[in-house]
């Protein structure tokens, strides 16, 4: 058993040795500001620089948009329009704080500031030569206004991020249904799948839809060696369901530290498709990578479902999952069937963790922050069942997504999901598509 | 699904297993040349010799003759490492690692304030989980409540500081209430997710920018501790040489450890009681406790609320001691560690919680302090292609993650419990 334990530690810490050394070369996380071909004159005495971006949109410079200074005493020093950097000189007679201000009008077509920043930023002078300030704005766009567009907006994305979970919620549904395992380490499996795109992809160079296929099989494979390393020595001593969600627990919080002792905290991007620029679809505004994302997913998710309800093998899953001892008793290879079960199970988990990295970016914690919601997902399809799952991931995904428009706030926009999951506890425990037998 | 696919046959004798002590010693014989740097050698190597003698007794019924010598080779090997370390340690300053420092700090530690808390912490959980087998993952929610019940109410609401101290012990029961009429009915796995669901809940919305007004958003809140304070009788800090403690901190170790002595006599007095074994009857069959006519349903409730105030007594003594309120500090990771602690000691123990908060305690604070020294200077002693300096203060997490999984299957009793009196068996 501790040899197991250990043998499978080892092969994580070799999986992961490849991200050390691309985590070595990798300081320029952020795409780099284009240095601006001709500098402008830096002027001899103290001087206040300020550069203009825009945080909506990855911290792009801002150009042509005349920005104000003004002194302590409310005496209007200069104007300037902002350079190709999104920056602007400006000399100063004295030390100081300075007010700098945006004129509006001046922002480029099709853009205004976003409601919540502010139009105005203080820059404390108090060196005699550059006082640098960052002047971050929030932009949207100016055409979408109506509450149907914005509604069909949020639709999209919260289905894209339904699918996503869809994926994990499949993987942790089938897991659950076959074994009873509550697994706790299933958001860490989301991450493997991302951190070995971001392996892969920075640390070999490959593309990103190699790394994001070799990131799969090796989630796939992930699955095995811990069905085979952990989970089925633990069954066969008799472990108890509890005793074993807590072990998956301290299997969390070890694979969540060797994740952050290898890639570090910070967030991460792929190489490629980081930005991509959206296209209309009718009603619809999707970027590539979105869509495909949505296409891969639902693929995906139809042939996991074609193969349960058609094939030998996912008759087998079914059953097992119906009734372990009858199934055995009627001559199934039931570890056979588990084990399948793990590798479908994480390979799944994986691919919603490939498709959340090319979709946003590759950190430590993604999985653990999605856990919960993929544990709501499940509980409210009713935990252990496909269908139900389905279910769950896409009304969560969309609940998430469009909850602020209906005034839940953005910030926390997460925790709609989780009083959902009290509450369905609270009225069908069985969740909606479970049956009542499930629970105790 | 009522049968779940476990293989309850007894572990039959077969000559063709390594007998498992023999196992323990080799690993733990690994671990001590590598990650522990020596400290679990000697158990290597004690295991090992047992593991020996039980082998020569019946060499027919176990294998693994050869891992246990293995093991106590590396035991050995181990155990000389670990003496030399600690004479060169102690004793000169050939070594960038000050021992005796390490020591320090996790004698600190394990006495300290921080160990406190989670002793609180866990005697809740220990009601909860070890007495009446409830599955709560959601200690850190009690926890925020009790904090922020007493920092809202002094900073926001102007009450008195003792009106803080009496709304931080009733909001645990509150969230008791609202927490366990749906969820206790239900089977362990859901009151789990559950309870971690509304833990997150209220830390995210403790922290959230809409509701900053109330709760301080991410920086949280301060400036309600001065009565607290200004109750300190101690002039000074304290400097016993193997530990010190700063003035602060010695009020607050002299308020944590009377509470924890109280609550653990509390908790002594009711499981001798009808009432706790009226809890222990529930935890191992709730059916057969059901049908003599008690209301399980009550039982669990009650259990729930005062696991809970001892929850709130932790968040209420760490606002306490560390002067703020952060929603940062109430994340998911304090209830399994505390649970961690809570397994380390033993659950359905009553000294088990503390036992184990001091253990985990010193061990996480050792640990630290033994990385982050190997790893600093300009000369360290881990190369950093290694481990650098921030890679060094998770080692610790890796080794509770790794520590948890291996209580959990090799001794789910931990050091002074009774395997028979788990609740780790159900679902």
């Avoid at chain 1, 139809?302 to 087998?316: D, E, F, H, P, S």
């Avoid at chain 1, 496909?386 to 909850?403: N, Q, R």
């Avoid at chain 2, 809140?221 to 010190?244: I, K």
């Amino acid at each position: 058993m501790l040899q197991r334990l250990l043998t499978l530690l080892a092969l994580l810490m070799v999986l992961l040795m490849p991200v050390a050394a691309a985590h070595a070369g990798d300081e320029t996380e952020s795409p780099a500001p284009s240095p601006s071909s001709e500098p402008a004159p830096r002027p001899d005495g103290p001087y206040v620089t300020v550069r203009l971006v825009d945080k909506d949109n990855g911290d792009a410079p801002v150009a042509g948009v005349t920005l104000t200074v003004v002194s302590e005493a409310g005496e209007e020093i200069a104007s300037a329009a902002t350079d190709a950097d999104g920056r602007i000189i400006v000399p100063i007679p004295a030390l100081g704080i300075y007010t700098v201000s945006l004129d509006e009008t001046t922002l480029p077509d099709g853009i205004k500031l976003s409601a919540s920043v502010a139009s105005e930023i203080e820059v404390r002078a108090i060196l005699d030569g550059a006082n640098g300030g960052l002047f971050p704005i929030g932009t949207q766009e100016v055409t979408t206004v109506t509450f149907g567009e914005r509604f069909i907006t949020a639709l999209t994305s919260g289905v894209k991020f339904g699918l996503i979970v869809a994926l994990a919620a499949l993987g942790l549904s089938l897991i659950f249904g076959t074994t009873g395992l509550t697994n706790f380490a299933h958001g860490e499996l989301i991450t493997f799948g991302a951190i070995m795109t971001y392996v892969f992809n920075r640390g070999m160079g490959m593309p990103v839809i190699v790394a994001g296929v070799g990131a799969v099989l090796l989630s796939a494979l992930f699955g095995w060696v811990q069905e085979r390393g952990l989970w089925r020595p633990l069954r066969k001593r008799g472990t108890g369901l509890v005793a074993m969600m807590i072990v998956s627990i301290g299997f969390a919080l070890l694979l969540r530290n060797v994740y952050q002792y290898t890639i570090g905290s910070s967030r991460k991007s792929l190489s490629q498709y980081v930005s991509q620029s959206r296209r209309d679809y009718g009603p619809i505004s999707l970027a590539d990578k979105e869509l495909s994302i949505i296409v891969i997913a639902l693929v995906t998710i139809i042939i996991a479902c074609i193969l349960l309800m058609k094939t030998r093998l996912g008759k087998a899953m079914r059953a097992v999952s119906d009734n372990p001892a009858l199934s055995a008793s009627s001559g199934m290879r039931v570890d056979g069937v588990i084990a399948s079960v793990w590798i479908l199970g994480t390979a799944l988990t994986g691919l919603s963790g490939v498709l959340l990295a090319i979709n946003s970016q590759v950190n430590f914690l993604m999985g653990f922050k999605l856990l919960l919601l993929v544990f709501a997902a499940v509980t409210l399809g009713g935990l252990g069942t496909i269908w139900g799952a389905l279910f769950g991931s896409m009304v969560i995904g969309i609940m998430v997504e469009v909850g602020p428009l209906f005034g839940v706030p953005s910030s926390i926009k997460e925790v709609g999901a989780l009083v959902v999951l009290i509450l369905v506890l609270l009225i069908r425990p069985q969740g909606i598509l479970g049956r009542r037998e499930r629970i105790g | 699904m009522t049968t779940t696919p476990q293989q309850r046959t007894a572990p039959v004798v077969r000559a063709a297993r390594p007998h498992p002590q023999a196992i323990t010693s080799l690993v733990l014989g690994v671990a001590g040349l590598t990650l522990t740097a020596g400290i679990t050698s000697p158990f290597a190597w004690r295991k090992a010799q047992q593991a020996l003698a039980a082998i020569d007794a019946a060499p027919q019924e176990h294998r693994g003759r050869g891992l246990a010598q293995i093991g106590r080779v590396l035991g050995i090997l181990g155990t000389v490492l670990l003496v030399v370390w600690l004479v060169l340690g102690f004793a000169t300053d050939a070594l960038p690692v000050d021992i005796g420092d390490v020591f320090k700090t996790a004698l600190n530690q394990a006495l300290g304030p921080n160990a406190i808390v989670y002793a609180l912490a866990a005697i809740g959980l220990n009601i909860h989980f070890g007495y009446t087998g409830l599955l709560n993952f959601g200690q850190a929610g009690f926890m925020a409540v009790g904090a922020y019940g007493l920092a809202v109410s002094i900073v926001i609401l102007e009450l008195p500081f003792w009106g803080g101290v009496i709304i931080a012990l009733l909001a645990p029961v509150a969230l008791a209430l609202v927490l366990g009429f749906p969820t206790l009915r239900l089977r362990a796995d859901y009151l789990a997710i559950a309870t971690i669901a509304a833990a997150e809940i209220l830390r995210l919305a403790f922290g959230s920018v809409e509701l900053k007004d109330a709760f301080g958003g991410s920086n949280g809140l301060t400036g309600y501790a001065s009565s607290y304070q200004a109750m300190n009788p101690y002039a000074d800090g304290l400097n016993l040489g193997f530990v010190e403690f700063s003035r602060r901190d010695l009020w607050s170790i002299t308020v944590g450890w009377t509470l924890v002595a109280l609550s653990l006599l509390l908790v002594w007095g009711l499981m001798r009681s009808p009432w706790g074994r009226v809890l222990r009857s529930i935890r191992e069959d709730e059916d057969a406790v059901r049908s003599l006519g008690k209301n399980v349903f009550a039982y669990k409730m009650q259990a729930l609320i005062l696991g809970g105030v001892f929850g709130g007594l932790a968040g209420l003594f760490l606002a306490l001691k560390q002067a703020s309120v952060v929603p940062a500090d109430y994340s998911t990771n304090i209830t399994f560690f505390a649970y961690t602690a809570l397994l380390i000691g033993g659950a359905a123990r009553v000294l088990g919680p503390l036992a184990g908060a001091v253990i985990f305690w010193f061990l996480i604070a050792g640990l630290g302090s033994f990385f982050g020294q190997a790893t600093s200077g300009p000369d360290p002693l881990m190369p950093t292609f290694i481990m650098d300096d921030t890679q060094a203060s998770l080692v610790r997490f890796i080794v509770t993650g790794l520590g948890l999984m291996l209580l959990m299957i090799f001794r789910p009793q931990g050091i002074f419990g009774d395997r028979r009196e788990i609740a780790i068996d159900g679902r």
